[in-house]
């Protein structure tokens, strides 16, 4: 870091290296291990027999089959949406509506 600030310095005398702020790095929440959060949405999906399902009722299926409680909801949601906004990405499930509406099933 001695090296940062002299070269910092360097290019501009009058910068005063202690007032940059820390980077921070954001909390991660491990609620699921790798890749499985996708399965338990994808097994959510076929559970639902080829009917569309609602993104809460999604997460609902995830809180059961994880064991986690209904206080892990707000944690869950949108880790919930995100994934299922990749999945579409890699066309192995379809959005059907938008916003509050919105319904996902299988491809």
């Given amino acids: 870091m001695?090296?940062?600030?002299?070269?910092?310095?360097?290019?501009?005398?009058s910068v005063?290296?202690?007032e940059i702020p820390n980077k921070r790095y954001p909390k991660r929440?491990?609620?699921?291990?790798?890749?499985?959060?996708?399965?338990?949405?994808?097994?959510?999906?076929r559970d639902g027999?080829?009917?569309p399902v609602t993104t809460a009722a999604v997460v609902t299926a995830i809180l059961k089959a994880g064991g986690?409680?209904?206080?892990?909801?707000?944690a869950l949601a949108p880790r919930v949406r995100s994934n299922?906004?990749?999945?579409?990405?890699?066309?192995l499930v379809?959005?059907?509506?938008?916003?509050?509406?919105a319904c996902w099933q299988l491809c």
Avoid: C, M, W
């Fill in 16 to 18: 005063n290296t202690k």
């Fill in 29 to 45: 929440v491990r609620l699921f291990r790798q890749g499985e959060l996708g399965r338990l949405i994808l097994g959510a999906l």
């Fill in 94 to 101: 379809t959005k059907l509506g938008d916003r509050a509406s």
């Fill in 68 to 74: 986690h409680g209904e206080a892990a909801r707000t």
């Fill in 84 to 91: 299922l906004a990749y999945l579409e990405r890699r066309q």
């Fill in 49 to 51: 027999n080829d009917q």
């Fill in 2 to 13: 001695g090296h940062v600030d002299a070269t910092l310095r360097l290019l501009d005398p």
